[in-house]
């Protein structure tokens, strides 16, 4: 069956220092992968797209990889701040379906 | 502009009660969809709509209906509500499909007693 795995362990940094986030999967051939950022009590907002022929995205201090071949994909934010503090959600699309990871919260300590 | 707006924000239902929770969009989106979301799982497509008198099955439909008579509401029914359908509810659309970003409400919080 489908799988999304995002790193199971919560994530504590020193502000100023890169988070890397981890998004594997299994059983999916996805032709675009998301992620978005979710605060406690609100809906996800999304953060960046990366289609399957693109190896790397950025978008201001944030950094995304898709290799199709490890079928992972990594998130990066680079010189955290506490404002960073939120959960993570990876998402792989096909077929007009949008399937989920369980996300990673991340804690930036100041 | 609203959004993406859900009505309500809280809700607690008896086993049984059937009821309806609102999605509307204002920005001429054709795609819509329902996901919940359950501590330590990832949220789950329940139903989506790839426009108006379109819908289809995503990967828990079972105990919720949907319809979608025009192009800004998408409503989800939960037919005899079940305490397994306890969970937090988020209606996300976007403009065509999921090759590109999707926007969410702030969701509904459902307790089914």
């Known amino acids: 069956s489908q799988k999304i795995e995002q790193n199971s362990e919560a994530l504590n940094i020193q502000e100023g220092k890169t988070a890397t986030l981890t998004c594997n999967y299994t059983n999916y051939s996805p032709a675009y992968l998301q992620w978005y950022r979710q605060d406690p009590g609100r809906g996800p907002v999304f953060l960046l797209l990366?289609?399957?022929?693109?190896k790397e995205k950025r978008k201001e201090r944030l950094k995304v990889t898709f290799d199709t071949t490890l079928k992972q994909s990594l998130f990066h934010i680079t010189a955290s701040q506490p404002a960073d503090s939120a959960t993570y959600l990876c998402a792989l699309g096909g077929d007009y379906k949008l399937s989920f990871g369980a996300g990673t919260t991340v804690t930036v300590r100041a | 502009n609203a959004g993406v707006t859900q009505t309500p924000k809280f809700q607690v239902l008896k086993t049984g009660q059937s009821m309806t929770l609102q999605c509307a969009q204002d920005?001429?989106?054709?795609?819509m969809s329902w996901y919940r979301q359950d501590p330590g799982m990832g949220l789950r497509l329940i139903h989506y709509s790839v426009g108006a008198g379109i819908t289809d099955q995503g990967e828990v439909p079972n105990g919720y209906n949907v319809s979608r008579s025009t192009t800004e509401d998408f409503p989800l029914r939960l037919l005899s509500a079940a305490p397994s359908q306890t969970s937090v509810y988020f209606c996300?659309?976007?403009?065509?499909?999921?090759?590109?970003?999707?926007?969410f409400g702030s969701g509904t919080q459902l307790s089914v007693l």
């Open positions: 990366i289609r399957e022929n693109e």
């Open positions: 920005m001429n989106h054709e795609y």
């Open positions: 996300a659309s976007s403009y065509r499909g999921v090759d590109e970003k999707l926007f």
